[in-house]
């Protein structure tokens, strides 16, 4: 911390002068703006506490340097002529997608966005941020998220060795599914024909293609946009010949029993798509089914679901891959089939 002058700017008229004296230049920009008894105390430059002393009441106090202070901190600074409740509601957490950052932000902040990406992009260092609105919504799980600062929504996500290029406000990209990705890459699949029922824009399609061993991975996926992504995300990670790319519902995937490794990346209506999984499975290969259930009731219900689709299976281990609601969660259940179908 070092030993600043500041000036007491009265808490009610901060939200207009603080950017006035920022702007002027009187405001150092590189020292923590901290509040006292009603008063912003806002530390001035050196060469213009004179100036500031015409105006305020000045005082002497202790400050951390800009370079000291945390991303988060450096956002409150930049935005303190913002009223209180709004800096109160502001994002503490944010994910990049390569030089985009996407925050998700509350009502109350509704009104300031234009401001709030700005100072975003300048503390994050990256030349777009996005506003998660209100999710994932619909079959082709589309994200609502609009642009508060910059012009460019895709760029390129590298996650465990793999490069994931999409645009944050036309597909999804499940963060909380990473540890899941990295199991993808860590498995042998030496030799395996795959087949990912939902591949979206490559998630486990491209670790299992570019470091499990796979021979051939089937990728099918309806959405057109995540599709396009998916084809340039094969290219970017020189698995062109080792994926097969396939627009379309993969309940129209030709051929039965082919397959070494099914991949149901899907959530909430996955127990639809089972019997298409089925029938491509060959007799002992292995069905990763993800699905959301009340915590505690997945196991009954994973044995429920294979069940009524299949004649002999064994599940192997069941997951957790996140929480999903309230007493809720995502799993993923490792299933392997025996050669007795339904």
Not at 190 to 212: C, H, N, Q, R
Request: with cysteine.
């Amino acid at each position: 911390m070092k030993k600043v002058i500041a000036a007491m700017v009265p808490e009610a008229s901060a939200h207009s002068v603080i950017p006035e004296l920022v702007s002027r230049g009187i405001a150092d920009r590189t020292a923590k703006i901290s509040r006292k008894g009603g008063y912003k105390l806002v530390p001035i430059v050196d060469e213009r506490i004179g100036e500031a002393g015409e105006m305020f009441h000045l005082c002497e106090t202790m400050a951390h340097s800009i370079e000291r202070m945390k991303p988060q901190e450096r956002i409150i600074l930049g935005l303190a002529h913002l009223p209180d409740s709004v800096r109160a509601a502001l994002p503490s957490k944010w994910e990049f997608v390569g030089d985009v950052a996407v925050i998700r932000l509350p009502e109350a902040c509704e009104d300031y966005k234009e401001d709030i990406g700005k100072v975003y992009a300048g503390v994050l260092g990256v030349k777009t941020v996005c506003a998660d609105v209100s999710g994932i919504s619909g079959e082709f799980r589309r994200p609502s998220t609009e642009i508060i600062y910059g012009t460019e929504p895709e760029s390129v996500r590298l996650e465990n060795g793999i490069l994931y290029d999409f645009d944050v406000t036309r597909v999804m990209f499940a963060s909380g599914n990473t540890d899941e990705r990295m199991r993808m890459r860590s498995m042998d699949c030496s030799g395996e024909t795959v087949v990912d029922m939902f591949a979206g824009i490559g998630y486990f399609t491209l670790p299992i293609a570019k470091f499990s061993g796979a021979r051939k991975v089937f990728a099918c996926e309806k959405n057109p946009e995540s599709y396009g992504f998916l084809l340039k995300n094969i290219r970017l990670n020189g698995v062109v010949g080792k994926v097969i790319p396939m627009l379309g519902d993969n309940r129209s995937i030709p051929g039965s029993r082919f397959a070494d490794r099914i991949l149901m990346g899907y959530v909430q209506t996955t127990a639809t798509f089972l019997p298409k999984a089925i029938s491509m499975i060959r007799p002992g290969g292995i069905i990763h089914y993800h699905d959301t259930f009340p915590a505690g009731e997945q196991e009954q219900r994973i044995n429920e679901i294979f069940t009524e689709a299949c004649d002999g299976f064994e599940v192997l281990d069941i997951r957790e891959v996140k929480s999903f609601a309230p007493s809720v969660s995502h799993y993923v259940a490792d299933v392997r089939i025996s050669d007795r179908f339904a």
